[in-house]
């Protein structure tokens, strides 16, 4: 900051330097659909107040009055309406860093609570009654219980008599005493991945950049997670029974960085084959290999019995590859997504088998990164 900016500058001041000038959410909207998402998550108002909606309850900090001076949040649900089928979420930040109100409600060991009563619980009804969101991700709940939010009243006229009553989706972000507790999914902490069959839904929301959920303008390339180990991280989250929010950390200038477009758009790529593996499949009797490290698996249901997905991040070697956890059958059947052929296998002595990878050319593998074998007709 002394570097580069005045002496006397506050944090106030750069609102005025986002602008946002080159936002497009149609081009937003594309490339969250190239990537195969189904839900997009768009923050609407972090723990520093800055409202990315033209709302009535932040006077000149928000983006219809200062900065961009358009509705950010309005452009982009419309856009993904429009141009998707994705469901379009709303994070949102209960408490802010910065606020009087709420700085006074903290001191007062939040016995009072004008902050919620004048702040930030009316701009959640705003959003909610304004854009009508399939999800609210709720955060910035941790130094105090749910009953100084009143979470309790919002959901239960979110639930009841909201506009979005029928369809709205929540996180579990309510209060200290609701965190991994209470809520339509379990988040619990950031970037939370048990590597464990969950009771519950749950989501493993984690960011790109490793080291910012926002933009760094110093951001180098080895700073960004790369593909094998990104679908590693959703092959263990969705095999354990939960969802995968992937953050991307947009310019002041209103654009998704390059290499995160790039990463969003491999992304697609590796599920217009692999899809069928992650898109409605649901949690093995194994989650990972008994045998084999970095084996995942998931599953479905088959017209002829279950059917089960195993995922492989490294390609052999040596043209096999074992799976210890299933148990094949006279009528088990090995496949590669993606790929024609049936594979050869031998089951193994004491359960379990070996697939057998003949030479493939290189123009007919049928993905990077991570590849998965489909197991049909096994016994467990």
């Known amino acids: 900051m002394k ?6 500058f506050t944090y106030a001041d750069f609102a005025p330097m986002f602008k946002a000038e080159f936002y497009n959410p149609d081009q937003w909207a594309d490339i969250f659909n190239a990537s195969g998402a189904q839900y997009v998550v768009l923050t609407t108002k972090h723990h520093e107040g800055f409202c990315n909606w033209p709302t009535k309850y932040s006077w000149n900090w928000n983006a219809g009055d200062v900065g961009p001076k358009r509705d950010l949040v309005g452009d982009l649900a419309n856009s ?15 408490f802010e860093w910065f606020n009087p109100l709420f700085l006074q409600d903290q001191a007062n060991n939040f016995t009072t609570q004008n902050f919620v009563r004048d702040k930030t619980m009316p701009e959640l ?11 609210i991700w709720s955060d ?7 009953d100084y939010w009143n979470a309790t009243n919002f959901l239960a006229w979110l639930y009841n008599d909201s506009p979005v009553k029928d369809k709205i989706v929540v996180n579990d972000r309510w209060g200290k005493d609701a965190r991994c507790k209470h809520g339509g999914f379990l988040d619990c902490d950031d970037s939370y991945n048990p590597g464990i069959l969950q009771k519950r839904k749950w989501e493993n929301c984690m960011h790109l950049d490793k080291y910012s959920w926002g933009y760094r303008r110093r951001m180098k390339y080895e700073d960004v ?14 095999s354990c029974g939960g969802n995968i929010l992937i953050n991307v950390g947009p310019t002041s200038y209103g654009e998704i960085p390059p290499i995160f477009e790039e990463r969003l758009r491999q992304m697609g790529d590796w599920l217009k084959v692999n899809g069928e593996a992650i898109y409605g499949s649901k949690p093995w009797s194994h989650q990972n290999d008994t045998v ?43 496949t590669l997504l993606g790929y024609p052929k049936t594979f050869d296998f031998n089951p193994g002595v004491s359960g379990g088998l070996t697939i057998s990878i ?20 096994i016994k467990n």
């Open 3 to 8: 570097q580069n900016y005045r002496a006397d």
């Open 80 to 94: 993904i309406r429009k141009r998707t089928n994705i469901h379009f979420g709303v994070y949102h930040s209960m």
């Open 125 to 135: 009804y705003e959003l909610v009654n304004n854009y009508e969101p399939d999800l």
């Open 140 to 146: 910035g709940d941790w130094m105090t219980s749910y």
């Open 225 to 238: 997670l790369g593909m094998q180990p990104l679908l590693q991280e959703v092959m263990e989250t969705i």
């Open 292 to 334: 084999t490290p970095g084996i995942w698996y998931t599953s479905k249901n088959g017209s002829t019995g279950p059917v089960v997905y195993a995922s492989i991040p490294q390609w052999p070697e040596n043209g096999e590859v074992f799976l210890g956890a299933p148990t094949p059958s006279s009528s088990t059947k090995v």
């Open 358 to 377: 003949p030479p493939i050319n290189v123009n007919d593998m049928p993905c990077q990164w991570i590849w998965v074998f489909k197991l049909e007709g």
